[in-house]
């Protein structure tokens, strides 16, 4: 097949168990880019938890923040928001549940972060520390916190008539705009770009990424993607430790162009 954008996950997607990206996946990547292929990544990642592989890849555009950033090159070219009222009510209503609860917020390109350790974190040492003591002046455009259950956190969004986004294996949930989502950030870049969804092939493993596989002319699940994933997934490829994402786009794409 001959799509216009390649769209792919990150974390359990294209990246290893160890942490990063083979030499054989940004090869094919970039053959892909060199035949005129949009590559883009679609993570929940903030942009300074991604900016390690965008550094290695080098992928047209930059879907982050759970869907509510797109960077080109890192110059923002879209962005979806919480008021900044919301955004400070959504603090107060974590906190009030527990004081010492860690919550990140991001805004643009630059994080918030109550944590003492942010120098020690892979993903966030580029996070600036903020005890949020007083109200944000800015518009949130994901705000994370650790918190006990999900319930708790489904209280938190319904109240605040926000978005609740949750994920594989962890206690950490997130509130995004109401209409925010990797769904609508691939519509809108689409959009930009003049880019059929029919032409867009889609790689991930996790809930987050379900939409997005469902709405793209070709949705592949990597082999270590939960059941959901796989059970709506038109192809399933190897996982993310054996070059899943490479191993697909080198039979069904390179193959067809070259």
Not at 203 to 208: L, R, T
């Amino acid at each position: 097949m001959n799509p216009q954008m390649i769209l792919t996950d990150l974390d359990g997607t294209l990246i290893c168990s160890d942490g990063g990206i083979s030499e054989r996946t940004k090869l094919v990547l970039k053959q892909c880019q060199n035949y005129g292929i949009y590559i883009v990544i679609a993570t929940a990642r903030y942009w300074i938890g991604a900016e390690r592989y965008i550094e290695e890849i080098q992928p047209d555009y930059e879907i982050t923040t759970d869907g509510t950033l797109i960077h080109r090159h890192g110059q923002q070219i879209y962005g979806c928001n919480l008021e900044i009222e919301d955004t400070n009510q959504i603090i107060h209503d974590i906190l009030l549940r527990d004081d010492r609860t860690e919550i990140t917020v991001a805004t643009g390109r630059q994080v918030f972060w109550n944590s003492k350790h942010i120098s020690e974190s892979e993903k966030l040492h580029k996070a600036v520390y903020c005890d949020y003591q007083k109200p944000l002046s800015c518009q949130a455009n994901k705000i994370v916190a650790e918190l006990p259950n999900y319930e708790t956190a489904l209280e938190i969004a319904n109240r605040n008539h926000c978005r609740l986004q949750s994920y594989r294996g962890e206690n950490w949930y997130a509130f995004l705009p109401e209409k925010a989502g990797k769904v609508q950030a691939i519509r809108e870049l689409a959009r930009i770009l003049d880019i059929s969804l029919n032409e867009i092939v889609a790689f991930g493993d996790d809930k987050n990424d379900i939409e997005m596989l469902k709405m793209c002319g070709i949705g592949v699940a990597v082999n270590n993607a939960i059941p959901d994933v796989k059970d709506i997934a038109d192809c399933i490829t190897l996982s993310n430790d054996e070059d899943g994402v490479a191993e697909w786009l080198a039979i069904n794409v390179l193959k067809s162009v070259e």
